[in-house]
């Protein structure tokens, strides 16, 4: 089976744009969640959904949002972006227990 | 509130030496606990879990850890590090309610590995 995809794997923006990225799970997951990794806090849980259903959500505001679709594939959406939201966003997919990571967004913020 | 506590930031080994990286976790009840590698530009993979049973598991890579339920502990081992092991390596604890997804990493361990 492939594994997680995401896309881009690079992005570069500005302060105020908006950005989406997206993940696709592995063939037949249905759980996908999405983490913030950067060298000041570390990685950190955004959210989770469940067959189009979010059913968790960390501590971040409301400018980060997600879906996830039929087909099980999830978009990310950062509004207004701040400098501190330069990160490598990273997605997984879920089998039974464990959680199968993407190779990552990493997304600067200019 | 949960935490897990990887307490060293940095490791220096030497190839073919014993490698032992720290983990703690704070956790109201008996945890889900893994254990990922990450390369530099890479996500993470992952090197073992425990859930239950046998307080020694295997992994990749010839990977091993421990649970110790009286230290809070899940220690990640490998008898022989190789140069390919140079990465980070991340220490984390699953809750067994709120979904499992919801996963709360250590800071992590950077290993360099010297020839």
């Known amino acids: 089976k492939a594994g997680v995809t995401q896309t881009p794997r690079y992005l570069i923006k500005t302060r105020g744009q908006q950005v989406t990225l997206s993940c696709s799970p592995i063939?037949?997951?249905?759980?996908v969640s999405w983490y913030q990794q950067t060298p000041g806090q570390g990685l950190q849980f955004l959210f989770e959904y469940f067959s189009e259903t979010q059913r968790n959500k960390g501590n971040f505001p409301g400018r980060f949002s997600g879906r996830q679709f039929s087909n099980s594939r999830s978009e990310m959406n950062v509004s207004t972006l701040e400098l501190g939201d330069s990160a490598l966003y990273l997605c997984?997919?879920?089998?039974?227990?464990?959680?199968?990571f993407g190779p990552g967004t990493r997304l600067t913020v200019l | 509130a949960q935490s897990v506590t990887q307490p060293d930031i940095h490791i220096t080994v030497s190839e073919g030496a014993s490698l032992e990286l720290r983990c703690n976790y704070s956790y109201g009840a008996t945890p889900y606990l893994f254990w990922y590698v990450q390369s530099p530009g890479q996500g993470l993979q992952l090197l073992l879990k425990y859930f239950s049973g046998d307080t020694l598991v295997q992994g990749i890579k010839g990977f091993e850890a421990e649970f110790k339920r009286s230290q809070s502990s899940f220690n990640l081992r490998k008898p022989s590090v190789h140069w390919s092991d140079a990465a980070e390596y991340f220490c984390?604890?699953?809750?067994?309610?709120?979904?499992?997804?919801?996963?709360?990493f250590g800071a992590g361990t950077r290993l360099a590995v010297h020839p």
């Open positions: 063939s037949g997951h249905r759980s």
């Open positions: 997984a997919s879920r089998d039974g227990y464990e959680q199968f």
């Open positions: 984390a604890v699953g809750p067994l309610s709120g979904g499992y997804n919801k996963l709360i």
